[in-house]
């Protein structure tokens, strides 16, 4: 049977044999916030999603899909129909910076060659694009959040026993049992192995080879 959320808080309950009204009301933060630490922690997790949009004339900066975890590919599209597809790479900020040193200077527009990430939320692309070229991302998304309203995720369905001894772990700290919060702690980072042994030298953005996060 797949996890879900209601499941979860009645797997927690069950495994620690806790059943008072406060620390039943705090299972959805111990969810939630071994959802935030998963992230945190494991590399290679999460949905491949992909986002189109068109660049603006004379602006380098984009804002990054929400949940954004890292790139798989970026490619923007020329020719009379935008279906030659174009890559660009994945550079360091200061490479961009470099390359173009003013980015608001018109006679250095053109089709974006490089792009790096511009804090948490956002790229910037060079040179700055000249027009509305067409773009596409395929990317990680981060796992959501949990609730009543949202029972399943990406972890409840490919990684349960990792979310599982994540929320434990988070519920045994609580709880003050060090004895507990050890058993949790170990079985977490057993789960939790898999996801940073693997590939750890993976592919990140398909032009240019970088290790995860």
């Not at 040193?101 to 939320?121: R, S």
Request: hydrophobic share 35%; glycine share 4%.
């Amino acid at each position: 049977m797949a996890m879900t959320f209601n499941s979860l808080i009645q797997d927690i309950q069950d495994e620690l044999e806790v059943y008072n009204d406060l620390f039943v009301s705090k299972i959805p933060t111990f969810i939630n916030d071994a959802i935030d630490q998963i992230n945190l922690e494991a590399k290679n997790i999460g949905l491949e999603q992909y986002v189109t949009s068109f660049f603006e004339a004379g602006q380098p900066v984009i804002a990054k899909p929400g949940r954004w975890r890292r790139n798989i590919t970026f490619n923007f599209g020329t020719g009379p129909l935008n279906n030659t597809r174009n890559i660009i790479k994945l550079m360091s900020y200061e490479f961009v910076n470099m390359y173009t040193p003013d980015a608001a200077d018109a006679t250095k527009y053109g089709p974006p060659q490089y792009y790096c990430d511009y804090g948490f939320f956002n790229f910037k692309v060079a040179p700055t694009p000249d027009q509305a070229y067409p773009f596409e991302i395929s990317y990680m998304e981060l796992p959501s959040q949990l609730s009543e309203s949202i029972q399943q995720n990406w972890l409840t369905d490919y990684a349960p026993m990792l979310l599982k001894y994540g929320a434990l772990l988070q519920a045994t700290i609580w709880l003050q049992d060090p004895e507990q919060q050890k058993i949790m702690e170990d079985n977490y980072r057993k789960y939790l192995a898999p996801f940073n042994d693997q590939d750890s030298a993976r592919l990140v953005d398909r032009s240019s080879y970088r290790q995860a996060d």
